[in-house]
T-cell receptor, first 115, second 117 residues
Framework: EAQVTQNPRYLITVTGKKLTVTCSQN?????MSWYRQDPGLGLRQIYY???????DKGDVPEGYKVSRKEKRNFPLILESPSPNQTSLYFC??????????????FGSGTRLTVV | AQSVTQLGSHVSVSEGALVLLRCNYS??????LFWYVQYPNQGLQLLLK??????LVKGINGFEAEFKKSETSFHLTKPSAHMSDAAEYFC???????????????FGAGTRLAVHP
């Protein structure tokens, strides 16, 4: 089944404790992206990657890091989480524009609480 | 800069009634437009998309949307609401000119649809 898999689904952590949220897709998509969803704000892009070893900042990158060493994986790293990073996070992937506009395939989300 | 405005953060309809969820965008060129649905505790699922072909776009679950350039709108409709349509709906826009963030979607704030018996 074609899908984007995120782990964990739920995570409670303390301020300053480094964490990684994993994202993996099995559709051979070139493009991957991380969004955070907050009430009344919709989804805002954190980082994106056009292909392996090619990443760039989105609209709200502060406090986050990403890497793209393999095509299928795009982990989100919070090196020193703070309470304002409490949010619902989504990983998404799609083919590149040259193959048409397909829209995104989303993961099921990771609900992160930083206390 | 592109932006998306969804009028009404909450919409409530009776089962069997018309569903109308409003979306207006700002863009200097005709964009690509999308509607996504999010059911509780799930990720977002693509309902339909407009990519400069037919202006009336049909999607899954009986939903459709019409691109109106003169009104910069892309409202989502369904003739008859079902209880299973209760969810949050997001309108999103993508600008085909931006090569760096070509696939970047800009989302509206979302509209939560409630369907009551």
């Amino acid at each position: 089944e074609a899908q984007v898999t995120q782990n964990p689904r739920y995570l409670i952590t303390v301020t300053g404790k480094k964490l990684t949220v994993t994202c993996s897709q099995n559709m051979n998509h070139e493009y991957m992206s991380w969004y955070r969803q907050d009430p009344g704000l919709g989804l805002r892009q954190i980082y994106y990657s056009m292909n392996v070893e090619v990443t760039d900042k989105g609209d709200v990158p502060e406090g986050y890091k990403v890497s793209r060493k393999e095509k299928r994986n795009f982990p989100l790293i919070l090196e020193s989480p703070s309470p304002n990073q409490t949010s619902l996070y989504f990983c998404a992937s799609s083919h590149t524009p040259g193959q048409g506009i397909y829209g995104y395939t989303f993961g099921s989300g990771t609900r992160l609480t930083v206390v | 800069a592109q932006s998306v405005t969804q009028l009404g953060s909450h919409v409530s309809v009776s089962e069997g009634a018309l569903v109308l969820l409003r979306c207006n965008y700002s863009s200097s060129v005709p964009p690509y437009l999308f509607w996504y649905v999010q059911y509780p505790n799930q990720g977002l699922q693509l309902l339909l998309k407009y990519t400069s072909a037919a202006t009336l776009v049909k999607g899954i679950n009986g939903f459709e949307a019409e691109f109106k350039k003169s009104e910069t709108s892309f409202h989502l409709t369904k003739p008859s609401a079902h209880m299973s349509d209760a969810a949050e709906y997001f309108c999103a826009v993508s600008d085909p000119r931006f090569s760096g963030g070509y696939n970047k979607l800009i989302f509206g704030a979302g509209t939560r649809l409630a369907v009551h018996p």
